[in-house]
T-cell receptor, first 107, second 113 residues
Framework: KNEVEQSPQNLTAQEGEFITINCSYSVGISALHWLQQHPGGGIVSLFMLSSGKKKHGRLIATINIQEKHSSLHITASHPRDSAVYIC?????????FGTGTSLTVIP | SQTIHQWPATLVQPVGSPLSLECTVEGTSNPNLYWYRQAAGRGLQLLFYSVGIGQISSEVPQNLSASRPQDRQFILSSKKLLLSDSGFYLCSGRGAPSGNTIYFGEGSWLTVV
């Protein structure tokens, strides 16, 4: 069983739709990260969360430490948002990663 | 800010040949450095991590080794590649003053033929 579970695995949306990706974890963490992996493989760190909510442009990330759950929301989705979104948790000196959510936004 | 450079970006190697992937860090000193492989069905899996020069911890037994000859250099190696070594390899780092923020290299696609 993976320490980090993401859903859905694949997601196709029409441009403009509101998108939610979920992440649940089973270990104690010091922080949770949302990452974006582009088709070429390069990875960008979107958010680092230890509590509450963060917003950057059209992206919103929330975390509930008691429930060990986080969500990544994309408002007014755009084709350039198409990528794999990965949830990662930091337990101290080690990171665990979800298997990713492949998002395709259709014009 | 901290940046991580990783190369080569893509690599096609025959079975039994050696491997060397290199990762260098800018913008911080004494970072914690990590090598990951993207394994099917498990996402990114930690292979090695290092908290300092010459200090390497291995998370899973495998055909690979890692070395840290300098503070900002982390190398992933193999003496003889196996077909099962094919995959996506990623270097990442975490260091002052970023605290918990992690940074990633561009990744390396390895195909063993």
């Amino acid at each position: 069983k993976n320490e980090v579970e993401q859903s859905p695995q694949n997601l196709t949306a029409q441009e403009g739709e509101f998108i939610t990706i979920n992440c649940s974890y089973s270990v104690g963490i010091s922080a949770l990260h949302w990452l974006q992996q582009h088709p070429g493989g390069g990875i960008v760190s979107l958010f680092m969360l230890s509590s509450g909510k963060k917003k950057h442009g059209r992206l919103i990330a929330t975390i509930n430490i008691q429930e060990k759950h986080s969500s990544l929301h994309i408002t007014a989705s755009h084709p350039r948002d198409s990528a794999v979104y990965i949830c990662a948790v930091n337990t101290g000196n080690q990171f665990y990663f979800g298997t990713g959510t492949s998002l395709t936004v259709i014009p | 800010s901290q940046t991580i450079h990783q190369w080569p970006a893509t690599l096609v190697q025959p079975v039994g040949s050696p491997l060397s992937l290199e990762c260098t860090v800018e913008g911080t000193s004494n970072p914690n450095l990590y090598w990951y492989r993207q394994a099917a069905g498990r996402g990114l899996q930690l292979l090695f991590y290092s908290v300092g020069i010459g200090q390497i911890s291995s998370e899973v037994p495998q055909n690979l080794s890692a070395s840290r000859p300098q503070d900002r250099q982390f190398i992933l190696s193999s003496k003889k590649l196996l077909l099962s070594d094919s995959g996506f390899y990623l270097c990442s780092g975490r260091g002052a003053p970023s605290g918990n923020t992690i940074y990633f290299g561009e990744g390396s696609w390895l195909t063993v033929v």
